[in-house]
């Protein structure tokens, strides 16, 4: 089975970039959707954005990222990336990559479509 493990948080002021990384053990992403959430303090896990295997697949952003964080992939399909930009006080959380193979006809929001998680990665934004 996959292995997860994130990268790259941090601390930022409001404003900045950050990118965050995923790299994969024991298999690849090949076959698995793959998606990015966070746990703000005190708050439920929240869905950001899904990719699918399906080659030329269109990403799923959840509305409160959609335009400023991008999802991708290197082109070995080891490790998944996050980029962050424009990062504002109300993404400090703790972010957690994703991934699952029974994703078709699951809302690309649902956490129990997501087999194998990472540890996550705090991220925090000061203004």
């Known amino acids: 089975q996959v292995q997860l493990v994130e990268s790259g948080g941090g601390l930022v002021q409001a404003g900045d970039s950050l990118k965050l990384s995923c790299a994969a053990s024991?298999?690849?992403?090949?076959?698995?959707?793959v998606g990015w959430f966070r746990q703000p303090p005190g708050e439920e896990r929240e869905f950001l954005v899904r990719?699918?295997?399906?080659?030329?697949?269109?990403?799923v952003y959840a509305d409160s990222v959609k335009g400023r964080f991008t999802i991708s992939m290197d082109s070995a399909k080891i490790t998944l990336y996050l980029q962050m930009n424009n990062l504002k006080r109300e993404d400090t959380a703790v972010y957690y990559c994703?991934?699952?193979?029974?994703?078709?006809?699951?809302?690309?929001?649902?956490?129990?479509?997501?087999?194998?998680w990472g540890r996550g990665t705090q991220v925090t934004v000061s203004s």
């Open positions: 994703a991934a699952g193979l029974r994703w078709a006809g699951v809302r690309p929001s649902d956490p129990r479509s997501y087999d194998y």
């Open positions: 990719l699918t295997p399906i080659k030329n697949s269109v990403p």
């Open positions: 024991n298999d690849t992403f090949i076959d698995y959707a």
